[in-house]
């Protein structure tokens, strides 16, 4: 089945820097590819996501590169600010209705 | 329009109890699933469901029952808690497959098994 794989566990930036999350999967047949914010204590949201035909997408401060080849995927967020600090989860759907999640990703945005 | 409505939010069991968590959404959507996270482990699907008398398995069923006999309800019951399913438990939905859309996750359950 389907493995995700999400790195650094950990990221801390100071406000305004950018922030760069990314991820691996296994499965070539995976072909949906989002990723979701998770405030302390509330339910994850998805915040953007990116399909197997298409290399990178944009929204705001916020961008994900896809590499099909190399099956990594990655989130950037640019000119960060505290209310980003989060933990953010990628996932991918392979061939099957199961959607996976990576172990996530905590950022902290320092002021 | 509620959305995703999990219930009960806090629970303790005892090792051996059995619990249904219990999850509803108004949204008329096809796809609904149960993850679990825990610290460190991100959310791992334990099982879903495509639409109303089909149900699956995800990546951590044992040890959870599922059923969806309506579009709008999904329960998840465990026969026989053990502490390793000391976790929080998130009911989530999505119009047409996982790959239509957005997921829209329940507020979540956690549940502590002593």
């Known amino acids: 089945g389907e493995n995700v794989e999400q790195h650094p566990s950990t990221l801390s930036v100071q406000e305004g820097d950018s922030a760069v999350i990314k991820c691996t999967y296994s499965d070539s047949a995976s072909n949906y590819f989002p990723w979701y914010k998770q405030e302390l204590g509330k339910r994850p949201q998805l915040i953007i996501d990116i399909r197997s035909n298409v290399g990178e997408k944009k929204d705001q401060r916020i961008a994900v590169t896809l590499n099909k080849t190399a099956k990594h995927f990655s989130l950037h967020i640019t000119e960060t600010q505290p209310e980003d600090s989060a933990v953010y989860f990628c996932a991918a759907k392979g061939g099957s209705e199961k959607l996976v999640f990576g172990k996530g990703m905590k950022l902290t945005v320092n002021p | 329009n509620a959305g995703v409505t999990q219930t009960p939010k806090f629970q303790v069991l005892k090792t051996g109890q059995s619990m249904t968590l219990q999850c509803a959404q108004d949204?008329?959507?096809?796809?609904m699933s149960w993850y679990r996270q825990d610290p460190g482990m991100g959310l791992r699907l334990i099982h879903y469901s495509v639409g109303a008398g089909i149900t699956d398995q995800g990546e951590v069923p044992n040890g959870y029952n599922v059923s969806r006999s309506t579009t709008e309800d999904f329960p998840l019951r465990l026969l026989s808690a053990a502490p390793s399913q000391t976790s929080v438990y998130f009911c989530?939905?999505?119009?047409?497959?996982?790959?239509?859309?957005?997921?829209?996750f329940g507020e979540g359950s956690r549940l502590t098994v002593l």
């Open positions: 989530a939905s999505s119009y047409g497959t996982v790959s239509t859309g957005e997921l829209f």
């Open positions: 949204m008329n959507h096809e796809y």
